[in-house]
């Protein structure tokens, strides 16, 4: 049932509230954890454009109450609630984000290296990772919980399949499980009522 308190929205117009946000901050301070939300706003607007582009009209909530602590966001598709977390998954090697944007503001790097072949190899295997990180953190309700992984690495021939293949399992710990990438979504596990897609959906926005 609907719940209709919250102030459910349009994929599209939470997107833009998040982009609006962080392009008044400064690039350095976007990780710090009081910008937790815009962040949220920003992955939970990406992932419901391509949900309703590509499976059903639906609507975002980014929670922002003690309420529901393990969800991030709220997915509403014909009048059903669906709770879903965040995470990043990037090089492991990469220190926090908050202190790798204070070190750029520093100017003590300049560039990241760019090795896609990289991200193509060891991509599933980041994500995995990621996954098993919240199944040992054992939350009491997993099965009720979606899990959205934002790659946030160079993945241009990142290959489905292999996500697939080498998270499934895991994934299996979730309601669903969803991977974010900067253009494209895509799903790992679902159930029927909610949807899937079977490979890298475009998203449409920068």
Not at 112 to 135: A, C, S
Not at 143 to 149: C, H
Not at 166 to 187: G, K, R
Request: glycine share 6%; charged share 25%; proline share 5%.
């Amino acid at each position: 049932m609907r719940i209709w308190n919250r102030n459910i929205a349009d994929p599209v117009a939470v997107y833009q509230q998040a982009v609006e946000g962080m392009n008044a901050i400064d690039q350095a301070d976007i990780w710090q954890s009081k910008h937790r939300l815009l962040r949220e706003k920003w992955c939970a607007g990406k992932f419901g454009i391509g949900y309703q582009h590509f499976i059903k009209p639906c609507g975002i909530w980014v929670n922002d109450s003690n309420e529901r602590v393990d969800a991030d966001f709220f997915l509403y598709v014909d009048d059903r609630e669906y709770a879903f977390q965040t995470t990043e998954a990037r090089e492991p090697e990469w220190p926090p984000r908050h202190a790798e944007f204070k070190a750029f503001a520093r100017g003590e790097w300049r560039t990241r290296p760019y090795d896609p072949e990289r991200g193509r190899l060891d991509g599933p295997k980041w994500i995995r990772d990621k996954i098993e990180n919240k199944v040992n953190q054992l939350y009491s309700n997993t099965k009720s919980l979606s899990f959205l992984v934002y790659a946030n690495f160079p993945s241009v021939d990142l290959e489905y399949e292999k996500i697939v293949e080498t998270n499934f399992e895991i994934s299996s710990e979730f309601y669903s499980v969803w991977i974010l990438t900067h253009a494209h979504l895509c799903t790992v596990s679902s159930v029927a009522e909610l949807g899937a897609l079977r490979g890298w959906a475009p998203l449409g926005v920068e």
